[in-house]
């Protein structure tokens, strides 16, 4: 399996070096900045079926469109794969009104469930760099993508499928929620002797002027992962390099990941080895 859509500070291309990274020991993964689910998909495929996942995230249009590919899925696939026929149609002109009706219908909120999810997969896949954005009236407002990358869209129905079973799996909670509660559960399952979780950290990265996360919710954070490390619970956070942040997560272990114009922070409670 793999990821449907693009996301922000999606770690789909990271994900096997940050798995290597990971604690050996665990049977319970929390995410709950899951975005496109790159993390726990990666640990799927290659982690034993048993580790149980508590993943969720904040974005109301991600986690409804996942959740209606669970609850209806063929559905979902039937209303997705006519709108992508629908799209393979037109010439590049035309394609160009297709996308900009289509997210002028999702933003006005009168379709129902299965429609908007599919509208919402739609999106995402044909706009620019695939990245979900929104306005301050609550609209997606993200341009179309580049043609020569979109025009023969192709999106692989079986493996929504093969998301959609995990998903519904008895062992995965997936859910709309805010960092603070989910990390609330995990301290409260730690403080009544469940020692086995592992939680994943890749937060918004914070901008200044932007209520998207703003520094105040990443120095919360902060605070909650020292209440984990004391109830014993192990963590990794993803975050940019620059010089507030690591001042910020100066007391943890500190490594840094290179990208080929930038690089990030990888940050931990526990000391990082790698064969």
């Known amino acids: 399996m793999e990821p449907i859509i693009a996301w922000p500070e999606g770690k789909w291309r990271s994900a096997e070096y940050l798995l290597e990274r990971f604690p050996k020991d665990f049977f319970m993964l929390i995410d709950p900045f899951c975005g496109a689910l790159s993390i726990p998909l990666a640990v799927h495929n290659h982690f034993d079926n048993d580790i149980a996942y508590r993943i969720s995230d904040n974005n109301k249009d991600l986690i409804r469109a996942h959740q ?16 992508i026929l629908e ?18 219908e999702y933003n006005r909120r009168l379709s129902g469930p299965i429609r908007s999810a599919a509208l919402f997969f739609f999106l ?16 997606m407002n ?10 023969s869209l192709v999106i692989n129905l079986d493996n929504m499928k093969d998301i ?6 008895n062992n995965v909670s997936y859910m709309h929620s805010d960092f603070r509660l989910s990390l609330a559960r995990v301290i409260e399952r730690a403080t009544l002797g469940y020692e086995e979780q592992f939680v994943f950290l890749d937060p918004p990265r914070y901008e200044l002027g932007s209520d998207r996360f703003r520094w105040e919710d990443r120095v919360e954070l902060e605070n909650l992962m020292q209440i984990m490390h004391e109830a014993g619970v192990k963590w990794m956070l993803i975050d ?16 840094f990941i290179t990208k080929s114009k930038s ?9 990082v080895f790698c064969e």
């Open 68 to 83: 209606t590919l669970m609850q209806d899925t063929d559905e979902l696939l039937s209303e997705l794969s006519a709108m």
């Open 87 to 104: 799209w393979s149609y037109y010439d590049t002109k035309e394609k160009k009104k297709f996308y900009f009706a289509r997210r002028a």
């Open 240 to 255: 940019r390099d620059d010089d507030v942040t690591v001042n910020l997560y100066a007391t943890w272990n500190i490594n």
């Open 142 to 151: 993200t341009p179309i993508g580049d043609m020569s990358r979109i025009s």
């Open 124 to 139: 995402c896949r044909t706009c620019f760099n695939g990245l979900w954005r929104k306005n301050r009236n609550d609209e």
């Open 164 to 169: 959609a079973k995990f998903l519904n799996h």
């Open 263 to 271: 690089s990030e922070l990888m940050v931990t409670n526990y000391e």
